[in-house]
């Protein structure tokens, strides 16, 4: 059996360490589809995101807003596991494994306006790593501390290398006053790695609070300093593409307005997971995809159809 040398380790070390990222940011090299142009190819090699202010029109945003109320007041899926709860109430602050639950954001994941970038950065077919739908209700909506994914999925769920993106799209307006997404441009070329061994089950508690795979303040001030703070703002119908290894978070919502997402993870069908690099056992399928990863086919879906 081939065993993988762990360029990336993190949570074995008392003291944080920030390292050069080893992998490439775009894997592809010949022309964008028209989905994508060069200069953005290369704003997002250099700063790690890439923000689309009007990608969904409004007729398309108030089907996939009616979806994700139709999921949070399904008394049979608040049941499930994959239902994630506020660290301090029975709010809803995440389902998982939507694209699953739901036929309408099964076609959404694979709508070619956002597949087709996907596919380009990756250099080869995706499929699903996890999906979710993000809810972050007015006055109790809480934070997303500062965290890189890649750190968490490489080290609990065995994801080799940085061949994975994220993508957001806006269900509701994102202003400055919801708790909006912030990142850290540039921070994408940085790894930092954490400390504090894995508890067991650690997901259980994770998906509410996090508290180990936390960068250490010294290390993100360091990142600030060097790329600054963005907050990409936008409509509903937005959306926001990062690289996996962004650092991102956002603040808690003390605004009356919501702010809600629906939220994929594409991850090459090059980079399929193995056995988790910090040695705990796999998390769950809804979590991380490793039966389910079947490549996605870009469409051209009629969400009102």
Not at 2 to 24: E, H
Not at 169 to 188: K, Q, R
């Amino acid at each position: 059996m081939t065993v993988l040398q762990d360029i990336y380790q993190s949570r074995v070390s008392s003291k944080p360490t920030i390292v050069d990222r080893q992998d490439p940011v775009v894997y592809s090299q010949g022309t964008p589809p028209e989905e994508l142009s060069r200069d953005r190819v290369e704003f997002f090699q250099t700063n790690g995101y890439l923000f689309f202010e009007t990608l969904f029109d409004p007729g398309e945003v108030e089907i996939l807003r009616g979806e994700l109320n139709r999921l949070s007041s399904d008394p049979q899926i608040r049941q499930l596991e994959e239902t994630i709860a506020e660290p301090d109430s029975d709010i809803v602050r995440s389902i998982f494994r939507v694209h699953e639950l739901s036929p309408l954001y099964a076609q959404l994941c694979q709508d070619q306006r956002i597949l087709k970038v996907v596919e380009y950065l990756l250099g080869s077919p995706a499929y699903i790593h996890q999906s979710r739908v993000n809810f972050k209700p007015g006055f109790s909506g809480k934070e997303f501390y500062w965290h890189s994914d890649f750190e968490t999925w490489h080290t609990e769920d065995g994801m080799p290398t940085m061949r994975a993106v994220s993508v957001a799209i806006a269900l509701t307006d994102n202003t400055e006053f919801n708790g909006p997404l912030m990142v850290i441009p540039g921070s994408h070329q940085r790894y930092v790695t954490c400390v504090g061994a894995t508890p067991d089950n650690h997901y259980q508690q994770s998906l509410r609070r996090q508290e180990y795979g936390v960068p250490d303040e010294a290390s993100l001030t360091e990142l600030v300093h060097q790329g600054g703070l963005v907050a990409p703002k936008g409509k509903a119908g937005s959306a926001i593409l990062f690289d996996c290894n962004m650092m991102h978070g956002s603040s808690s919502n003390i605004s009356p307005f919501p702010r809600s997402n629906v939220f994929f993870v594409y991850n090459s069908v090059h980079n399929r997971l193995v056995a988790p690099f910090g040695g705990t056992k796999p998390r769950p399928e809804f979590i991380a995809a490793r039966e389910r990863s079947v490549p996605l086919e870009a469409q051209s879906p009629d969400y009102g159809g």
